[in-house]
Structures are given as structure tokens and as C-alpha cells.
């Protein structure tokens, strides 16, 4: 048995979570919006056409803002396509995913998806064809109340209110030479500078996010980052991140081991941010948007990105998740709350079919993926503060990281609930953990609420339509409170939530 401690204390906070760290994403791309959340003539349909199964999943999953039209997909399309009489909308080629977009389904469309579905929509600007004069236009269309040509626009279309969207992403991965419109940092920049500056123009309460890397394996990474914060620092808010976890050596343990290099990217990205601010003696503090995040390995054959013949929502990277799957996302989520002070944002990638932890069949059913559980657990329970931990644990030393302690937790505190949550994941494979944990200056007697396991005997094993709750949350066996000592023996590979609270 393995013993690992943590110690908390209640004077001792990272910072107030933001909601928005419980974000999704939805691209037109494969089944995501076709089949995912939007398939008229389903069984499930509402007179929309949204599926009910799929809107009561992501309710489910706690989800707080979805990121929205791409993606790729964003640098080639034009917002004008999406609104309107749907029989006069355009079909096009999709040069992101080689596609026919018929344009069913565009901006009013995913409003009043999120509004139905109770999250916050995130748009991009497409900065890959097109610029600051249709970005302009477009957030005049979306959220300028009436009495000019682009807001009776949208008024004639049936939506009478602004759609007053607060998050704008300017653009998508505009490094990536897979990018429509790909561009240098200082292009990048200059472009991001003035379609922010017009863009607040039209309407000064939203936020904005310069895209980052596509990647911390970019060529380019770093020096990107510094030159394009150092052209748009005064006009946004937000850098991006995105990241997709790989699995190159076939071993958990080394997979596991990627969740430091998270932390890694989030403080170097920190670090540039800060350095640009320091060079303008400036206070201002720029957050992060981790705007696209997840697993992904399996599904990323040319085969998987592509089918011939321009088809309509083909089935792309309908990656199938397992438990080593669910416990990475768990001890992300974990990275992402420890990191709390800075990361303001981020999107899981994606919401359903294409990487997602919703699948569906067309016409048929929706289940939950192995991802979905972690997701869930830490969006319904992390509420208020995180606080800062000290760990001690053993560990080991992997080829994807120098030191990777076996525990890594998190802890939360709702102030207004007394609700105080450990999260910990044991990345052992073969021991389970005892674990210490020391919850100092709480005052008063507390109990256990809820104490949540994933674990699996089997690493690579999945749910599908058939066996949908194999990979599920089961209690955790031996976990006990004693004044302000918590004790819990962790499975080995497993990810764990204890919830407690005021005796
Ligand atoms: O999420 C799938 C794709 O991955 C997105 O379209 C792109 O931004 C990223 O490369």
C-alpha cells in the first residue's frame, strides 16, 4: 500500500473558480451540430430539431459555455451563410474537413441551442479568408440592439433581442499551416490588434481571446505567443491554449505522466504573457483560455480526418474512450483547478461524436463516453475557491515527464455551502493509496456527502451502446472523517471525488 498526505488550509486560496472552466465545444465538423446536437426527425427532436437525449447529457455534464462554429472550420466560413431563410442559405466546400456544409444550422440557430440547453455560446471571428470588416459586422448582427442595417438584419430573422455574446475567440490555430489563411505571428498580430479594436468599438463589454499555438510542440511556440501579445496586449484579454493528450509510448503510466506537462504549458504560457506585460510596465494581467482540450490519439489517421466525395457530416475522429481516458481528463480537470488564479477558460473538445464525451447514433440513442464521468463529478462539485495543497507522495520517472508524483488532487471550498471537495487521482497502477489528508482551520465536526470512484481493472475498457455504464462511478470502499483528518484508500488507477461538509 502506498501512502501519500495532503495538507490544506482554509487561509490559503489559489483563487475563486471561474464557471467557464467547465466549457465545450461544438464545430462544424462531422456528427458534431449534424446528428449531435441537431438532427430534426429524430425520435427526440423538439420542433427545433435539437435532440432532447443530447440537450439532457450536457445539462448532465455541467457544462457552463460552448465555443462555436470551429475550429477549422472557422478560417473558411462566412457568418452570412449560416442566418436567414434556411432554403436560401448556401451549400459549400468545407476546406477544413473536405465537406459539404449545407448551412442548416448557423449562429441563431446555436443561440438558441445554448439558450434551450442553459450555457453560455462563444463565438469565433474567421481571420483565416476574412477580417476585421466582417468581424464588425458580424458582432453588429449578433448584439447591436436594432436601428442599423445588420441589427434589423438579425430582427428580420426572427430574433428580436441582441444575442449580447460576451466571449469572441479572433480566429483559430492561425499558426498551423493546416489553417485556411494560416499566418505569421507579427500577420497574426496585427490582425488580432485591429478586429479587437473595432470589434470592442461596436460593443465594449465583450471579452476576447488571441489564439495562442495550435500546440506546445509548434516550431514556432513561445516566440508566437510573446510577438502576437506583444501587437494585441492592449485589446484582449485572453491568450488560448490548446492542447490534444497523446499516448505515443502505448503505456498508462506514461500517458498519465502528460498531466504535468499541462501545468507545464499553462505556467511557460503564464510566464510569456507577464513578460510582455513587464516590458510595458503594465499591471494587466492576461488570462488563459484553454480553448480546446482533450484525449486524442486513436482517431487521427488520414482516414479518420477525411472521406472522399465532399460527403455531409461524415463520421470524423469518433475517438472511443476508455478508463485511462476518464482518469487523464480527471486529473486535467485537477491541473486545471490548481491553476485557477490564471486559467479562466477552458473548452473541452469536443462536445459529442467528433472527440467527444457524448456519442449518438443517428436516429438512435446517446450515451455517456468513459470522459464524460470525470467532467461531470468535477463540474457538479467544484463550486467556490480552489485552495492550495501540499502533497506528498512517492513517485516515478517517466520518459513524457522527469517526476510524476503517483497522487495529484486538487482541493475546492464553497464558502456559501461549508462543502469542502478533494479531488485526487492515483496514478499507480498496482498499489492502492492511502491517503492522509489534513483540512486545517474548517473548524468543527464535518462528514462524508459523497465519495465517488472511476476505476476499472481494465485500462482499455469502454462503453458503446450496447454496455454503456461499464466504465461508471462507483462508490469509493474505505474512505472516513475524523475531526479534521479524511483517510481514503484510493484504488489503484483511479480518479476520486469526496465531497464533505458541516457535521
Ligand atoms: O477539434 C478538432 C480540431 O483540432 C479543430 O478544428 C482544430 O482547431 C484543432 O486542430
Redesign the pocket.
Known sequence: MLSARLIVDRDFAISELDRRLFGT?V?H?GRCVYTGIFEPGHPSADEHGFREDVAALTRELGVSIVRYP?????SGYNWEDGVGPVDRRPRRLDL?WFSTETNRFGTNEFVDWCRKVEVEPMFGVNLGTRGPDEARRFIEYCNHPGGTELSELRRSHGWDKPHDIKFWCLG??MD?P?QIGAKRASEYGRVAHETAKVMRWVDPSIELAACGS?NRDMATYARWEYEVLDHCFDHVDFISL?T?FMNPHDSTEEFLGNIELLDLFIKEVVAIADAVAATRRSPKRIMLSLD?W?V?YKARTHAHLRKPGWPEHPPL?EEVYNTEDALLVGGALITLLNNADRVKCACM??LVN??GPIMTEPGGPAWRQTIFHPFALTARHAHGRVLRTLASSPGYAGKTAPEIPYLHACVTEDEATGRVVVFALNRHLGEPMDLDVLLRGFGGGRRILEASQIHHPNMKAVNTKDARDEVAPAPIRSVAIDGDRLRATLMPGSWNVIVTAPA
Do not use: D, T
Request: hydrophobic share 45%.
Open positions: 465545444f464545430e465538423m470551429g475550429g477549422n472550420f472557422l477544413a483559430n490555430e498551423g493546416w495550435s490548446h490534444y480546446e482533450n486524442w475522429i473538445a469536443q467528433i472527440i
